[in-house]
């Protein structure tokens, strides 16, 4: 479902006398459907740029990232839209989203822009919500004013309302106490039981070893001259 | 999927000035972009030239018209390219005064460019005027004041209105949310994107304001100088710029 071949980024900052670094080289891997891989390597070393690479949000400079049958790498911004709205799911660790929409619209909304129906969409953000243990009190209020861990259970829930055949969770149960953090593993777990391809980070150890059957440590991709 | 819009070598010059020079790119149904650029850079001089209002001195607008197919609307009679800017485009500027007539009810604003495009029923007319102001979340017993009796935030609505009423396909927009508190903005952003998914719009967005496309837009546009110095997805030419004067736009933002 991913598959990453020799995949290199560097980031040149004009701005700062042309500096140009060189994050990653030669980086490999291939997730099947029904797999969860983590990506592990101390901070710096490289997890999000991979992770943003595959999402499109980084632009990589050599090597192809395949999802299905679009190479995200070269791919027109258009295919890497049409990607995103059916294929390819993004939990970041951070939620952003449009003041004044409510949460139970923003977590709707992935599923509107397939062109779900509007009564299904909502129906399904409310369940995700609940399960997800935010006080029905709250969905008709934007998430901008709520706790990190809140705004974080919401996130995760718009990154599930449509299920994408590939995921990608940047950190998925930071800052989650342990019966929320329970629930996201099932959900993740539930992921992979229908046959979703799933890269992750996780700082966690205990996630990690749970859901994941395989880890990449990326510190394998970090440029010979930079280490 | 064919473009709706696709654009060709567009150049405009003020004298030995460059306005833009050899922009082109596609626009497809259903899809927003941006143009981004500090003033003076082109963006509007090239928005002027795509809607017709400018007459560029090179290149070609091609628009997919219901009739006909693509349509160089640079070299169509003047009486057509009206036409279209009634029916399938429409422009909102940024100052709502420049697209409002400021002494005909809010109503008449709304009625007239259905008017223009032959409706001839005055209770249709009102009806349909009434539902797009409760669209825009005017209030229906505004219906017969004058925009000089709006805020800016309800003139600039009145705007949109005006323009989507007649179920463009295109819309231009200058600086839609420019001159607007903050607040009045968020509500404008969260409008216009609802009725550009409703309504399956194309839009092209011409600002400064950087967050204002990565809520918005899909695809980017930088300016300099008249020139395209990079074009992506929204969220990659935010993120991981490549070009040193997207680098320097991204990274002077104040952060709040």
């Known amino acids: 479902m991913i598959s990453i071949e020799n995949v290199s980024k560097s980031f040149t900052l004009h701005n700062q006398g042309a500096a140009t670094i060189p994050v990653m080289d030669g980086a490999s891997?291939?997730?099947?459907?029904?797999?969860?891989?983590?990506?592990?390597?101390?901070?710096?070393?490289?997890?999000?740029?991979?992770?943003?690479?595959?999402?499109?949000?980084?632009?990589?400079?050599?090597?192809?990232?395949?999802i299905d049958d679009v190479d995200v790498a070269s791919a027109a911004p258009r295919e890497i839209l049409q990607l995103r709205r059916y294929t390819l799911g993004y939990v970041s660790q951070f939620l952003r989203v449009v003041p004044r929409v409510p949460t139970v619209e923003v977590v709707a909304d992935p599923l509107l822009a397939t062109g779900a129906e509007r009564?299904?969409?909502?129906?399904?953000?409310?369940?995700?919500?609940?399960?997800?243990?935010?006080?029905?009190?709250?969905?008709?209020?934007?998430?901008t004013t709520f706790s990190?861990?809140?705004?974080?259970?919401?996130?995760?829930?718009?990154?599930?309302?449509?299920?994408?055949?590939?995921?990608?969770?940047?950190?998925?149960?930071?800052?989650?106490?342990?019966?929320?953090?329970?629930?996201?593993?099932?959900?993740?777990?539930?992921?992979?039981?229908?046959?979703?391809?799933?890269?992750?980070?996780?700082?966690?150890?205990a996630a990690r070893d749970r859901v994941c059957d395989r880890e990449i440590d990326v510190t394998g991709f970090t440029p010979k001259a930079a280490a | 999927m064919n473009p709706l819009l696709n654009v060709g070598g567009i150049s405009k010059f003020y004298g030995h000035r460059i306005g833009c020079k050899d922009v082109s790119f596609d626009l497809y149904p259903g899809e927003v972009m941006g143009i981004v650029g500090e003033s003076g850079s082109g963006k509007s001089t090239l928005l002027n030239c795509l809607a017709g209002h400018l007459a560029p001195d090179t290149g070609a607008v091609n628009f997919d018209t219901r009739v006909d197919g693509m349509r160089d609307t640079v070299t169509m009679s003047e009486p057509e390219r009206r036409m279209l800017s009634r029916t399938d485009w429409a422009f909102v500027h940024q100052h709502a005064r420049d697209g409002l007539r400021m002494n005909v009810s809010a109503g008449g604003n709304v009625g007239e460019r259905?008017?223009?495009?032959?409706?001839?029923?005055?209770?249709?007319?009102?009806?349909?005027?009434?539902?797009?102001?409760?669209?825009?979340?005017?209030?229906?017993?505004?219906?017969?004041?004058?925009?000089?009796?709006?805020?800016?935030?309800?003139?600039?609505?009145?705007?949109?209105?005006?323009?989507?009423?007649?179920?463009?396909?295109?819309?231009?927009?200058?600086e839609p949310t420019g001159g607007l508190d903050v607040s009045v903005q968020a509500r404008l952003l969260d409008l216009l994107r609802g009725l550009v998914r409703e309504m399956n719009l194309s839009a092209i967005i011409v600002t400064h304001d950087l967050a204002v496309v990565r809520l918005l837009a899909d695809r980017l546009m930088v300016m300099k100088d008249g020139h395209v110095v990079e074009t992506g997805l929204t969220d990659q030419v935010l993120d991981d710029p490549q070009h040193g004067y997207t680098q320097l736009l991204v990274s002077s933002v104040l952060q709040v």
């Open chain 1, 119 to 143: 009564g299904a969409a909502l129906a399904r953000a409310q369940v995700l919500l609940e399960n997800l243990n935010i006080p029905e009190r709250l969905w008709a209020l934007s998430p």
């Open chain 1, 29 to 66: 891997l291939q997730v099947a459907p029904g797999e969860c891989v983590a990506l592990v390597g101390q901070s710096g070393s490289g997890k999000s740029t991979l992770m943003r690479m595959i999402y499109g949000n980084y632009l990589a400079a050599a090597g192809r990232i395949m």
């Open chain 2, 114 to 174: 259905l008017m223009a495009v032959g409706a001839r029923h005055y209770g249709e007319i009102r009806d349909q005027a009434t539902d797009w102001l409760g669209r825009v979340e005017i209030n229906a017993d505004r219906v017969d004041d004058r925009p000089t009796a709006f805020s800016g935030g309800m003139q600039q609505r009145l705007q949109i209105a005006r323009n989507l009423v007649t179920g463009p396909r295109l819309v231009f927009m200058d």
């Open chain 1, 148 to 205: 990190g861990g809140e705004q974080q259970r919401v996130n995760i829930a718009r990154g599930f309302a449509y299920n994408y055949p590939a995921l990608l969770l940047d950190e998925p149960t930071a800052s989650l106490d342990g019966k929320n953090r329970e629930v996201v593993m099932a959900m993740i777990e539930e992921a992979k039981a229908r046959g979703a391809a799933i890269i992750g980070i996780f700082h966690d150890e």
